[in-house]
């Protein structure tokens, strides 16, 4: 993993030993020892130069974890992983992680071999690192997956653990070539009862540890991979496979990288999107190959009134060089943006397969919120729907809490199929705060009308729909 480093990647490490001070001193006085002494982490292809400054920034800010060149292998006697297809190893990577903590970090190298386990739990400066031919297993046994502190669809509550997990940690990472499959998860990893979690908010329960789904006769699926309040993260290379929820979710987490994983497309489970961020604060998505039976991308920021008591928004994304194959939306805001959404920028998106739209961004009164500075470039495909659809009457939900959408911009994009490019829909008490398309050929179009309603500062430069400018 150690090699030459990009001006942005050089910016990242240095961020990273600075902020690594009051997290880890051995770490910081061993990376001031000797470089050859640490592993830092480089993207598997190069962020070119995006067409914002803005974002650019982004990814420079955006700190990559550093580690000492320390290995700890799971197979070893000390920890006792087995590739053998049957052999629980759930207490075996939980040795080497604490073994690669406590020695103040590392990795952990799973070598090729099937092994079933339960939830993986991360810590501070380790990264779990999967060899080529490894596969996690996720296990039918639910008791394998502790309860924690989660989201289940914007709400906080108490469930099972996603397979990947952490909370609170610094400077990880989950990186390598193999596969996590979580198609045994499916005897106990399933429902979807937000209307429980609702009714306990409704009867004034806003302490999430009140919120314990295990136990109470209600059920919530439990997502892939989830960091939840953690700062420099780092998922890599990995594949997803049978997910039964969306797959990869940091929350309230700083300084997120997703690079070069393969998410699932199949249609075997409902919503799983590739990735969801929620309230996070800077996160690159680059290289990816992303595939959903939902959302590719889907940036969240809570729901409703739990929503508003976290009130924390989903600002500074970046999302490159990735192919798309869900079926709703490659980039979507929301619905669950009640803390909002700000600057997102998506550069050369190839978008493939039955999917809907380009950009799609919804809420209602009852989900408020806001979607601002929301750009696309070179995004490119087919859509079964609209190039770009925004709703503020998403599934007829009414309340008191307009949601503040705007400015959008489209550039240099084109499609070679929709229903119809522009559908964009503001509230007559609550209109859409610009919208800008420049440099765009949309060609295959069978409804060339664009729905554009209480949308202010609508702006089209050298924009054709079938050959025809709007």
């Not at 779990?128 to 046994?141: C, I, Q």
């Not at 979580?182 to 609702?198: F, I, P, V």
């Not at 329960?205 to 960091?227: C, L, M, N």
């Not at 199949?266 to 959302?295: F, K, M, Q, R």
Request: charged letters at 15%.
């Amino acid at each position: 993993m150690e090699a030459r480093m990009d001006r942005r990647q050089l910016l990242r490490t240095s961020a990273v030993v600075a902020a690594a001070a009051a997290v880890s001193p051995s770490l910081v006085s061993t990376a001031l020892a000797s470089s050859a002494q640490l592993t830092t982490a480089r993207l598997t292809a190069e962020i070119p130069t995006l067409p914002w400054p803005a974002a650019n920034d982004i990814v420079a800010a955006t700190r990559l974890p550093i580690f000492p060149s320390v290995n700890f292998l799971a197979t070893d006697p000390k920890y006792g992983a087995k590739g053998d297809n049957s052999t629980d190893n759930t207490a075996a990577f939980r040795k080497a992680i604490d073994a690669a903590s406590a020695a103040g970090g590392g990795h952990v190298i799973v070598p090729k071999g099937n092994y079933v386990t339960g939830a993986i739990h991360l810590k501070s400066n380790v990264d779990f690192h999967l060899e080529s031919g490894a596969v996690l297993k996720f296990s039918s046994d639910g008791s394998k997956f502790p309860t924690v502190l989660t989201r289940y669809e914007g709400i906080e509550c108490m469930n099972r653990s996603p397979m990947v997990y952490a909370y609170g940690q610094t400077n990880i990472a989950l990186t390598g070539s193999g596969t996590l499959d979580a198609n045994a998860t499916s005897s106990w990893n399933k429902g979807s009862d937000r209307a429980w979690l609702e009714s306990r908010i409704s009867a004034g329960v806003t302490d999430p540890a009140k919120r314990v789904f295990p136990g109470s006769g209600h059920t919530a699926r439990s997502t892939f991979i989830e960091p939840y309040n953690c700062d420099t993260v780092l998922i890599q290379g990995v594949t997803l496979k049978n997910p039964k929820f969306w797959q990869i979710h940091p929350t309230l987490c700083k300084n997120v990288t997703v690079d070069g994983v393969k998410t699932d497309p199949s249609t075997a489970a409902n919503n799983t999107d590739g990735v969801d961020p929620e309230s996070c604060d800077h996160v690159v998505i680059a290289n990816c190959t992303l595939g959903a039976h939902d959302d590719n991308v889907a940036i969240k920021s809570g729901r409703d009134a739990d929503g508003r008591r976290v009130n924390v928004p989903c600002q500074n994304l970046v999302v490159v060089n990735c192919t798309m194959n869900g079926n709703w939306g490659a980039i979507t805001c929301g619905s669950e943006q009640t803390g909002g959404i700000r600057n997102v920028y998506g550069y050369k998106l190839n978008v493939i397969g039955a999917t809907k739209f380009a950009l799609y961004v919804k809420s209602n009164t009852k989900r408020g919120g806001f979607s601002q500075n929301i750009n696309l470039d070179s995004v490119s495909g087919t859509f079964v729907r609209s190039f770009v659809f925004v709703t503020t009457t998403y599934n007829n939900q009414t309340g008191d809490f307009p949601p503040a959408f705007g400015p959008f911009t489209v550039s240099n994009s084109s499609c070679t199929k929709a229903a119809r490019v522009f559908d964009v829909s503001g509230l007559p008490n609550a209109h859409i705060k610009g919208l800008e398309a420049r440099d765009c050929k949309f060609t295959g179009v069978a409804d060339t009308s664009n729905i554009l309603n209480n949308v202010d500062g609508r702006k089209f430069t050298n924009v054709t729909v079938n050959g025809k400018p709007i």
